[in-house]
């Protein structure tokens, strides 16, 4: 079992930046691919980034590539997501996830954890 705990959400305005934390304690976080979701109001829940378990690959949506940056620390069982030049499009439920493999997907089906999500709201 892994449980995370995502932090870091809030309420900006529109060109601002927030970066998200996610907190995993139990089975060896290092082990898992990360990826980080989201789910604005009467949406699917849409693939924002994802990380490898070493951390030397990374994959965007093209919606936020360039703008955010996904990134972990093994040492402290955690991984983040810098967001710049927020858009109010970006307004959504930002969720961690954890797969049990060495590289994460854009899927959210194939994810084995999830967090609870934080709530970022992007003022226009």
């Known amino acids: 079992q892994l449980q995370l705990v995502e932090s870091g959400g809030g309420l900006v305005q529109t060109g601002g930046s927030l970066r998200l934390s996610c907190s995993a304690s139990?089975?060896?976080?290092?082990?898992?691919?990360m990826g980080w979701f989201r789910q604005a109001p009467g949406k699917e829940r849409e693939f924002v980034a994802t990380?490898?378990?070493?951390?030397?690959?990374?994959d965007y949506a093209d919606s936020v590539n360039g703008r955010f940056t996904i990134s972990r620390d093994n040492a402290k069982n955690s991984v983040y997501l810098q967001m710049n030049s927020l858009k109010p499009e970006d307004t959504a439920v930002y969720y961690c996830?954890?797969?049990?493999?060495?590289?994460?997907?854009?899927?959210?089906?194939?994810?084995?954890?999830w967090g609870q999500g934080t709530q970022v709201t992007v003022s226009s």
């Open positions: 996830a954890a797969v049990d493999s060495p590289y994460g997907s854009s899927q959210y089906r194939e994810y084995d954890y």
């Open positions: 139990g089975r060896a976080f290092s082990s898992y691919a």
């Open positions: 990380i490898s378990w070493g951390g030397g690959s990374t």
